[in-house]
């Protein structure tokens, strides 16, 4: 009888420490959501790559000897908006994610952006490019932590109009992304003295470029700005060799490149692209080991390209916001993350800003020519570094309406 | 000179560019339309077998240092042979049942091959060089025309029409025709039917491995190349008129005309074209362009 009794108060105060952690930290585990292209164009950027990635966040974390209990799970969205929000929706509401992490494609990145806003969630953005994210679209339950297309316009546009190339001609493709590249990066420009002769429009995972490329050829421009990604830069550049582009005098200008396209490319083919990127695994010491040990996991064995690092730093700092809040309410980690410093060995030092635009510095790069490259992932020169505070956009020009002005 | 505001120099540009996309257009739509013309089977594996003939290529390259001209023998033999064992195993018990479960399976197949392919080798694709005899280009005046570009129209016409000739005027072609009509009548002359059908299906996989050949030095070889392009050649079957090989090429032909004449003047449209050019024939001949309504 006692005995009893004894396990019953042992089993009641267990319930009510059960209940109390409940209220914390829901159902006990914190659970993340690798939502990205798993087999399209953009797989191998961010793809089974950026689960790689998480895993390695949650372990170097330490989740299992603090007594967290961290799950993983992952879907392909196959850069639709439908797909991706109902994904998000039967995630947030029945298996109870508790955040989003990655979500290249920015149409998709937007849709969720909201879908998480409305329910409370938090939503780390890796992959996304656009700006929007924090400027008009800007949202209490998001961070944007790796790169946006103000950055890439501000990096790799000025040092082009910089070194003469002052006429562009705009290789755009066709959805949120695309248009926000090609904004951004024309604004920058135009503010630096230079002019766009012409744009054209192509449909998202196009295969043929040279009827656009003929156009940018007939426009005279000195500068072709590729305002795509993935498999479309890729076919974009093949083809512009093809048709004798840069013989004749053009140069392109690859306004987002990952180190994945460099790859398929080849150095030949790519040799002398100059953009910007904000994570290269040959920057020192900690990112090399990074690399390492990702490789290993990844598929193929491939390097991490910046959205896996950016999923990696994410997802860390996370971690540590949820740790030292002691809860996983999406709105309050999300403010907590934007309170606490950053730091992690693959970006070092940083901060995330009232927008939930992640600061830190970037670098502007050249692709490496065959003769210089040491092995089969040697492919950068870095050509300048540019300062947290200079490569993204001031926080008071991104109309943001959570920032009081 | 100007037609709609665009230089006439820039429009012929454009058309020859249509031309060359015509011709993949035409050389896949011709293989779909000989097989089911012959098999009365939607080959929807033909993407996945455009793409293992690039893929061919590659390995060729890579394991074997085998180059392009040898691939272009080499590759449409072993996928039209990977064709040939899928025909007997698979396909040959379907000919009795409905068009559907023949598409059911040769949609399943193309996405184990795809997927099979992807987790292998990556979404991004692997570089493949444009053969050293074709690189460079012409100054046409109003273009720069690479060389490899002027080959593959050539190319992908002379293989059409060869395979025009052969189905439409010689004695082979003839029994061919005759066994879609009434196989049985055929089989009692002595021909035999089941061997010529698989070699028909073979025949139009090396087609879509040919097309994939030609198509490795302009695209990256990648695992999705085929599905990218699939759904637009079944357009194109369609509108040319299922199972007609003079409607595919034709059609072929001109829809990559067209295409490239939206890239020109609403280039957002340019996915969507053919589609809506679908749907219009459809609704006004729906056996199509050059199909015969049986």
């Known amino acids: 009888m006692k005995r009893r009794l004894i396990s019953m108060l042992v089993g009641a105060a267990l319930a009510v420490g059960a209940g109390a952690a409940g209220a914390q930290i829901s159902d006990g585990v914190i659970k993340i959501g690798v939502l990205n292209d798993m087999s399209s164009l953009y797989a191998d950027i961010a793809g089974p790559g950026s689960v790689v990635a998480a895993r390695m966040a949650v372990e170097d974390f330490g989740a299992a000897k603090k007594g967290m209990k961290v799950e993983i799970i992952s879907a392909d969205h196959q850069n639709k908006p439908d797909v991706g929000s109902s994904i998000a929706r039967t995630w947030y509401d029945t298996d109870k994610v508790d955040v989003i992490v990655d979500v290249p494609t920015s149409s998709v990145a937007l849709a969720i952006n909201q879908v998480t806003r409305d329910k409370g969630k938090a939503f780390l953005v890796s992959g996304a490019a656009t700006s929007d994210l924090t400027g008009k679209a800007c949202s209490p339950n998001t961070i944007h932590w790796t790169y946006d297309t103000w950055m890439l316009a501000n990096g790799t546009g000025s040092a082009i109009v910089k070194t003469g190339g002052d006429t562009w001609f705009f290789l755009t493709a066709d959805y949120a992304f695309g248009h926000a590249l090609e904004r951004d990066t024309e604004a920058v420009v135009l503010k630096s003295g230079g002019k766009v002769l012409g744009k054209v429009r192509h449909p998202l995972n196009a295969q043929d470029f040279s009827s656009f490329l003929l156009q940018a050829q007939s426009s005279k421009a000195k500068i072709i700005g590729l305002a795509n990604a993935g498999g479309d830069t890729i076919n974009s550049i093949k083809q512009a060799a093809e048709f004798g582009i840069v013989k004749g005098g053009q140069n392109l200008a690859g306004l987002l490149v990952f180190i994945t396209d460099v790859k398929a490319l080849g150095l030949q083919t790519a040799q002398g692209l100059i953009f910007t990127e904000t994570f290269y695994w040959d920057l020192n010491d900690a990112t090399r080991a990074f690399a390492q040990r990702f490789s290993k996991e990844a598929p193929r064995n491939n390097y991490p390209t910046m959205v896996h690092a950016g999923v990696y730093s994410a997802v860390l700092h996370y971690l540590k916001a949820v740790e030292a809040i002691k809860t996983d309410d999406g709105t309050k980690v999300i403010e907590q993350m934007k309170k606490m410093p950053t730091d992690d060995p693959l970006f070092g030092k940083g901060y995330v800003r009232a927008d939930g635009r992640k600061i830190h510095p970037a670098y502007l790069v050249e692709v490496k020519k065959p003769s210089e490259s040491k092995h089969p992932w040697d492919l950068y020169k870095i050509r300048a570094t540019i300062p947290a505070e200079q490569a993204f956009r001031p926080l008071d020009q991104g109309d943001c309406p959570l920032v009081k002005k | ?294």
Request: one cysteine or more; charged letters at 10%.
């Open chain 2, 1 to 294: 000179m100007e037609i709609f505001g665009i230089p006439t120099q820039a429009l012929f540009g454009q058309l020859l560019i249509g031309l060359i996309n015509g011709s993949f257009y035409a050389l896949l739509s011709l293989g779909l339309a000989v097989i089911f013309g012959l098999l009365n089977i939607i080959n929807f594996t033909h993407g996945a077998q455009y793409m293992l003939g690039a893929f061919c290529a590659y390995l060729l390259l890579e394991k074997l240092g085998i180059g392009y001209w040898w691939s272009l023998l080499i590759a449409p033999l072993v996928v039209g042979a990977t064709g040939v064992v899928i025909e007997r195993t698979m396909l040959a018990r379907l000919y009795k049942l409905d068009h559907l479960y023949g598409l059911l399976l040769t949609f399943g197949l193309a996405l184990i091959i795809q997927g099979v392919f992807r987790n292998e080798y990556g979404s991004s694709g692997l570089p493949y060089r444009i053969p050293e005899q074709l690189t460079g280009g012409q100054n046409l005046g109003f273009m720069f025309l690479p060389n490899y570009r002027a080959w593959v129209i050539v190319a992908s016409l002379v293989i059409c029409l060869a395979t025009w000739f052969v189905i439409e005027r010689t004695k082979l072609g003839s029994y061919l025709r005759a066994a879609t009509e009434n196989p049985q009548l055929v089989q009692a002359f002595g021909i035999n039917v089941p061997r010529m059908i698989t070699l028909t299906y073979g025949f139009g996989v090396a087609l879509a491995a040919l097309a994939g050949v030609m198509a490795a030095p302009i695209y990256q070889v990648s695992p999705q190349m085929g599905s990218d392009l699939i759904i637009v050649v079944f357009a194109v079957v369609v509108i040319g008129g299922m199972g007609s090989i003079m409607g595919s090429i034709v059609t072929g032909f001109g829809l990559g005309l067209i295409e490239g004449l939206t890239k020109v003047f609403y280039p957002e449209a340019s996915n969507t074209v053919i589609f809506i050019i679908m749907a219009i024939v459809l609704l006004i001949r729906p056996a199509g362009l050059f199909g015969t309504q049986k």
